[in-house]
């Protein structure tokens, strides 16, 4: 087992390998199990991993063998293939990865990406295990993304704003342009986009004839919290929606779910019930998304990574909790956008307190902080250690919030699992 994970590890978590020739060889050679399992991919800067636990969620609710496959993993790699909610075994996962090494080896020249070699064993893993459907998260963009090899039941992109730039382009239409590359000849397609991103992906689904359903034009949603919204499409007008995942933010990410749910029954013949869809949205298992960690004073552990996510934080922290000013713990890669990501929390912030994350890819506790403090004008201290920046959090006993990256995100966690 341990040579499986030396060798996905010797790949680089990180390395970036663009194109999908090395990925649809490598399927190709193990016999093409992605077209094996009917699937949905779920793109889009914020909110991806949300519609997809969603949506996995309520397939799971209906009596589906679901396949759920994110990234990336907060604590074990074992995180990003699940079925019916349930990890794949550490075991099975090197098994498979040791059978896809060996593809690799005779089929493709040079070696495939940690993310290809990931998103592979979970086509095999879903169609040995014989899935009724995959829900698949995107990792970056979509044009060359591994997971865009499939032609989906149902493409769905949350949002687009500016991330990923050195790869995805510096505007939102050249962004857009790539996330749009998942939407498929002929299959419907759903997005919460807006303003010139939204505009770029009308455009690209019309050249495919593909029936694209916008969020505030083909579906709305309204409410003020995930304990009480109301939902309206195609298929459904639902009253007195309610969901665990918390967020005001997070009531646009289940409207674009339910939408994709939508297309289900009116283009594939697929029966959703309503009392399914209910109770799957309560039991979504997404972790480290608005999670509350402490409820008074509140302690909030959120993936917020960039403007956008920031922006949608405040808005979800000011509802729940009015006129409060947080201390954040931030700890960021350094290719986000500190600063505007900085000034996006700063309406609600008391102090902050800036760490390091356990990445090749952070930005260092002191640039970062002095970035912090060019914007913000109130107190801005240092710990590198982010197990003792949390205690200090922890023990400071007033509202905090912890955000900035996945891999922090991931470490909290980590601290806080026996």
């Known amino acids: 087992m341990d040579n499986a994970y030396i060798y996905l590890n010797s790949l680089g978590l990180h390395k970036i390998k663009p194109g999908l020739g090395r990925i649809e060889k490598l399927l190709e050679s193990l016999g093409n199990p992605q077209k094996r399992v009917p699937g949905i991919i779920v793109g ?19 009596g589906f063998k679901t396949g759920v496959y994110t990234s990336p993993h907060l604590i074990n790699v074992t995180e990003r293939i699940k079925i019916n909610g349930i990890e794949i075994d550490g075991s099975d996962l090197a098994r498979i990865i040791l059978r896809v090494k060996r593809t690799a080896e005779k089929s493709i020249d040079g070696s495939p990406s940690y993310f290809e070699v990931l998103t592979a064993s979970s086509f095999v893993y879903f169609a040995e295990s014989g899935v009724d459907f995959s829900v698949l998260e995107v990792g970056m963009g979509g044009r060359w993304d591994a997971t865009n090899v499939i032609t989906p039941l149902v493409s769905v992109i949350t949002n687009v704003s500016k991330d990923h730039m050195e790869y995805l382009g510096t505007t939102i239409g050249k962004i857009a342009s790539e996330k ?30 593909s029936p694209l359903r916008v969020y505030g034009r083909d579906f709305t949603s309204r409410g003020e919290n995930t ?35 939508e297309a289900l029954p009116e283009y594939h013949g697929i029966e959703i019930r309503e009392k399914d869809l209910r109770r799957g949205l309560l039991g979504i298992d997404w972790q480290g998304r608005l999670e509350i960690l402490r409820e008074d004073p509140p302690l909030i552990l959120d993936s917020a ?29 350094a290719d986000k956008d500190h600063s505007r990501f900085v000034r996006e929390l700063i309406p609600i912030a008391r102090r902050f307190i800036v760490t390091e994350i ?10 970062l902080a002095k970035k912090v403090s060019r914007i913000f004008p109130g107190a801005v201290s240092i710990e590198k250690d982010y197990r003792k920046a949390y205690r200090e959090l922890f023990n400071e006993g007033k509202p905090a919030c912890i955000a900035g990256s996945l891999y922090l995100t991931g470490a909290v966690e980590g601290i806080r699992r026996p």
Do not use: C
């Not at 956008?308 to 700890?331: D, I, N």
């Open 44 to 62: 889009g800067t914020n909110g991806k991993g949300s519609a997809a636990a969603a949506i996995s969620s309520v397939l799971r609710a209906g």
């Open 180 to 209: 749009a590359r998942i939407i498929k000849p002929g299959v419907p397609a759903v997005t919460a986009a807006r303003g010139r991103a939204l505009g770029v992906i009308k455009e690209y689904a019309a050249g495919l004839k």
């Open 227 to 261: 304990d009480d919204f109301d939902y309206t499409g195609s298929v459904w007008k639902l009253r007195g929606l309610r969901s665990n995942l918390r967020g005001l933010y997070q009531i646009e990410n289940l409207s674009v779910a339910i939408a994709a749910l």
């Open 305 to 333: 990574h960039n403007p956008g996510g920031a922006k949608a934080l405040v808005m979800s922290l000011e509802k729940m909790y009015p006129s409060r000013k947080f201390t954040f713990l931030v700890g960021m890669l």
């Open 358 to 367: 356990d990445s090749e890819r952070a930005i260092g506790a002191e640039a």
